[in-house]
């Protein structure tokens, strides 16, 4: 059984960090490129970054980029999402993706095949 579980959200003031991280079970880790989204209550789910399988490259959304860092250990099978300066709009469900077998994700949600259950990112001002 494929599997992804997110943790580490919480509630945090502006300007301060958080750390998510996904664990994924069930899948070849290390073939598959990994990514995450996030939905905001009344809003589409959007992508914020994307590592591929080898950890060689990153891809950033506009809005999180030089505040956030996502990267992914093989020998753990688990991604990460570091997370600073964060601010109110970062206020949202935070989802872990896979896409088995693809050197790289790409920013479009339906490219992803597994997904973990969203862990809650809350930003006080």
């Known amino acids: 059984q494929v599997q992804l579980v997110e943790s580490g959200g919480g509630l945090v003031q502006a300007g301060g960090s958080l750390r998510l991280s996904c664990a994924a079970s069930?899948?070849?880790?290390?073939?598959?490129?990994m990514a995450w989204f996030r939905q905001a209550p009344g809003k589409e789910r959007e992508f914020v970054a994307t590592?591929?399988?080898?950890?060689?490259?990153?891809y950033y959304a506009d809005s999180v980029k030089g505040r956030f860092t996502i990267s992914r250990d093989n020998a753990k099978n688990t991604v990460y999402l570091q997370m600073n300066s964060l601010n109110p709009e970062d206020t949202a469900v935070y989802y872990c993706?896979?896409?088995?077998?693809?050197?790289?994700?790409?920013?479009?949600?339906?490219?992803?095949?597994?997904w973990g259950q969203g862990t809650q990112v809350t930003v006080s001002s």
């Open positions: 993706a896979a896409r088995a077998r693809y050197y790289s994700g790409g920013s479009r949600a339906h490219d992803y095949d597994t």
């Open positions: 069930g899948l070849t880790f290390s073939t598959s490129a």
């Open positions: 590592v591929t399988r080898d950890a060689y490259r990153t």
